[in-house]
């Protein structure tokens, strides 16, 4: 994939009430200009790896960019990867979408772009761009002397009959990765609905509808399934954030909090957790669950 980690970042972990905290020790836990979304886990040159989504917007609210940082947990470092898409002059240009959830496969990675289907990018193709470049791919302005950004492109846009504002992986109970995927939409009112598809499997493949329900919660913003166990998160403002927890017909609140603004969540099965994280300046925090509170 890419090279060496970055090393700029340095994360302060620590348990907090049975739970695990990552809370950013950088601009990026108050910044208004980018702010997290979407979540999920990998492998990155054989370590376990955290993949964290941003959107960037400016003052009137427009969308400017998204990247993606990957963390490696195990040694505090992390590597920022901006999303582009390729223009009709064959010139990069910044993806902007909220890329409000993730779902990593191998080399792929399929990104939900709200209204716009999922995109899919190919990790394995990443591009170094320097200066003004590079600055641009990142929503950036000036001449940008000496910077460098790594950049993977858009390769397939995959149209799915929802709003396509989150999405997740789904797991077998003993943690086999299930090439399959849910995709939910973020509502205020309680309509929003939840589908589950199949993911392309080559070139040629597309989305293909297994289910789809409305669990009749307001505000959702991220949704995993662990055998026949579907989580879901829902978003209360500056209250913590709810889980719901059960089958994907009739879930149930549970009592486990989640980040004040959280979004979305993700399943690690080698390090036995589900993580979230909160998207609000100086509330902004990653939280992993363990599966023995969830009684998995």
Not at 32 to 37: F, H, L, N
Request: glycine share 12%.
């Amino acid at each position: 994939m890419f090279g060496l980690f970055g090393s700029m970042w340095r994360p302060l972990r620590h348990r907090r009430r049975g739970v695990v905290e990552l809370k950013w020790l950088s601009a990026r836990t108050y910044t208004t200009k980018w702010y997290p979304q979407g979540i999920d886990f990998g492998t990155w040159q054989g370590r376990r790896t955290l993949a964290v989504s941003w959107f960037r917007r400016d003052k009137t609210g427009q969308h400017l960019a998204s990247r993606v940082t990957f963390i490696d947990l195990e040694r505090s470092r992390h590597l920022d990867v901006a999303l582009t898409i390729e223009g009709d002059d064959g010139e990069l240009v910044p993806a902007q979408i909220h890329a409000g959830g993730l779902a990593w496969f191998g080399d792929r990675l399929f990104v939900a772009a709200t209204g716009q289907g999922i995109w899919e990018f190919d990790l394995s193709e990443s591009q170094r761009i320097r200066g003004a470049a590079a600055r641009r791919m990142v929503g950036a302005r000036g001449r940008g002397f000496g910077a460098v950004a790594l950049a993977v492109v858009r390769t397939r846009v995959h149209p799915v009959p929802l709003r396509c504002s989150f999405l997740g992986r789904m797991f077998d109970t003993d943690g086999t990765s299930l090439p399959r995927v849910l995709i939910g939409e973020y509502r205020g009112d309680k309509l929003g609905r939840i589908g589950e598809f199949t993911i392309p499997g080559d070139a040629e493949g597309s989305f293909v509808s297994v289910d789809q329900n409305s669990p009749q919660i307001a505000r959702m913003q991220g949704a995993v399934q662990w055998g026949d166990r579907r989580f879901i998160s829902q978003s209360r403002g500056l209250q913590p954030g709810a889980l719901w927890d059960g089958d994907g017909a009739d879930p149930q609140r549970s009592t486990i909090p989640l980040p004040i603004g959280c979004e979305d969540l993700a399943l690690d099965p080698e390090g036995r957790m589900l993580w979230s994280l909160g998207e609000h300046p100086w509330r902004r925090v990653v939280r992993g669950i363990p599966f023995d509170r969830l009684g998995l």
